[in-house]
């Protein structure tokens, strides 16, 4: 399931011919869900442009509801400082572990480096990737 938590697992299948359990001890993992790049990764103060954002174990949920975007069917960008405003992108698809969409970096935005934060229905948590994005001064 998308919301199983992670860590490693044993695999035990009943084998009859010996009536017993076979265990094979840490068979697989399951990763947390993580962000790990967004591409390009900057743009110029007032610059629009479509990303592509790749993850693994994300659930990125169904992005329309039919009638309207939700918050949590967004992305958004944001700095630790108290003087800097996120900005937010949207969501147009998403396919395997990649999430499509555009973002308009407003002309009065704060150049630096942003963290990239992603809504993960699965685990119902914002999961961010630290400096992903940066907005360059024009």
Known sequence: PSNQPSGIYDLSVYDYTIGDWVVLQDAFEVYSPQLNSIYPNQANQGQTLPVNISGNSMDYGSQWSGTQWSATNQFRFSQWSSNSNPFFGT????????????????????????????????????????????????
């Open 91 to 138: 969501i147009s698809s998403s396919g395997g572990d990649d999430l499509y969409g555009d973002v308009s970096i407003p002309n009065n935005q704060d150049p630096g480096l942003y963290n990239l934060e992603v809504y993960d229905h699965g685990s119902n948590q914002w999961i961010m990737l630290q400096d992903a994005f940066e907005v360059i001064g024009v």
